[in-house]
């Protein structure tokens, strides 16, 4: 049960802010999943989670296709790889990286003022740029079980793209990135059936929720909820990071 109440939560957040499904790889291990199971399945989840997310931000025009489709490309490419190293490189490192950049990005976001004149559109961005983005997001996903959301949200604010666009954007990299990670992780053997079942069920429905409130929350509130969350779960993984 706390599975499925903690899955609804993790959608919720990824649909309104793009990060939060970190959150449900240690629920998973608290639950006595292996970490490669519950990386893997976890991943299955977050494809769920993009379908749904996207489907609703499509809807209202949101997403920005071109920066879609060059950071999509990367993130399947890089999806494998990440599922294929993950044994080998220490998650430790790898875990302290990315807590700083999180909290980095997150001192930005609060800081920096969303352009008013729209003019950081992420079609103005290049593809080499964009494509390499989608493979570090692809790498990420596949080796930590993260999502693409919370990796890619980030980066699109280092390049001065507003929070909505970066959050909306994400949904369909979403896709391409778990999905290439949880390929990789299916192919090793790394997936539980009946949990993928529960997870894609109530992380998919947190996520419609999530994605149907984001277009009602202003740009500089969203942009300074983007920027919380970052900080929120940088500072989580410090303190796991030193407790470990």
Known sequence: ??????????????????????????????????????????????????????IIFARRGVIDWHGAAWTSIGSVVGG????????????????????????AVGILALVRREPADGSARVGRISPAILVPSGLVVGIGSGLTGIGGPALLVPLLLLLRVPAGAAVALSQPNQIAASA??????????????????????????????????????PAQML??????ACIVLGSWLVRGWLAA
């Open 223 to 228: 942009r300074r909820l983007v920027g919380a």
């Open 180 to 217: 290439g990670g949880a390929l990789g992780h299916v192919l090793f053997g790394h997936v539980d059936g009946t949990l993928a079942v529960t997870l894609c069920i109530t992380a998919g429905a947190g996520a419609a929720l999530g994605a149907a409130v984001h277009g009602r929350v």
């Open 1 to 54: 049960m706390s599975i499925a109440f903690g899955a609804i939560a993790v959608g919720c957040s990824i649909g309104l802010l793009g990060i939060g499904g970190v959150f449900l790889i240690p629920l998973l291990v608290a639950a006595n999943y292996p970490l490669d199971t519950a990386i893997g399945t976890a991943l299955c989840a977050f494809i769920v989670t993009g379908v749904v997310s996207t």
């Open 80 to 103: 494998p790889i990440g599922a294929r190293v993950e044994a080998w490189l220490p998650q430790r490192a790898v875990a302290g990286t990315f807590a700083a950049m999180l909290i």
